[in-house]
């Protein structure tokens, strides 16, 4: 555990948010860095869609997040298992950016809650998108660039879902 490389708050969130640690293409994180980054990522969808689940009055939107809270839990034991192959812990909850958007979200009015939860998770899946395509060709870590190839087609799925239900809801 002594030999567990700790990732603080100060490191995840220089780290998290481009900081100077080693990236390619477009800042966008690669191996390891791409792997604390999904982490904290995954862990907002999971709390958004959460509060997505008791905040939304529309029944699609419900069934969309009560989707997504399954789908990024089932991810994030991946993702915990990654991190234990790759000796990496992160603490979580403490980056900045993802935490203004929580709370954006438990302030937003019952009638914005939904366009400002799809508007958040549609943003993370772009992104999100773009460093799982990046990691797929550009990482080197095999165990890592499997696994964002593998996953890529779940958040191509999630993204085009919330697009669609985004339109629905502006309605």
Same mark, same amino acid.
């Given at each position: ?11 995840? *969130? ?7 640690? #080693?990236?390619? &293409?477009? $800042?966008? #994180? ?5 792997? @604390? &980054? +999904? ?7 999971? =709390? ?5 689940? /008791?905040?939304?009055? $529309?029944?699609?939107? &419900? ?10 839990? *089932?991810?994030? +034991?991946?993702?915990?298992?990654? %991190? =234990?192959?790759? =000796?990496? *812990?992160?603490?979580?909850? +403490? ?24 508007? %958040?998770? @549609?943003?993370? !899946? ?7 395509? $990046? ?10 660039? /499997?696994?964002?190839?593998? +996953?890529? #087609?779940?958040?191509?799925? !999630? ?13």
């Amino acid at each position: 555990m002594h030999r567990m490389l700790m990732v603080g708050a100060l490191v995840l *969130a220089f780290t998290a948010l481009g900081g100077a640690a #080693p990236q390619q &293409k477009d $800042n966008m #994180p690669l191996d390891k860095e791409f792997l @604390i &980054k +999904t982490i904290t990522c995954n862990q907002f969808e999971i =709390k958004a869609s959460e509060m997505a689940e /008791t905040r939304s009055s $529309n029944v699609k939107v &419900k069934s969309f997040a009560h989707q997504l809270v399954k789908d990024h839990k *089932a991810l994030e +034991t991946r993702l915990n298992d990654l %991190a =234990k192959d790759q =000796k990496v *812990a992160v603490l979580a909850g +403490t980056e900045k950016e993802l935490k203004t958007q929580l709370d954006r979200l438990s302030s937003a009015s019952a009638d914005s809650f939904d366009r400002e939860y799809l508007k %958040a998770i @549609i943003e993370d !899946h772009e992104k999100g998108v773009q460093m799982f395509e $990046n990691q797929g060709k550009r990482g080197t870590d095999n165990a890592l660039k /499997t696994f964002a190839t593998n +996953t890529l #087609p779940t958040l191509q799925t !999630h993204l085009m879902e919330a697009k669609k239900l985004s339109v629905e809801v502006s309605k």
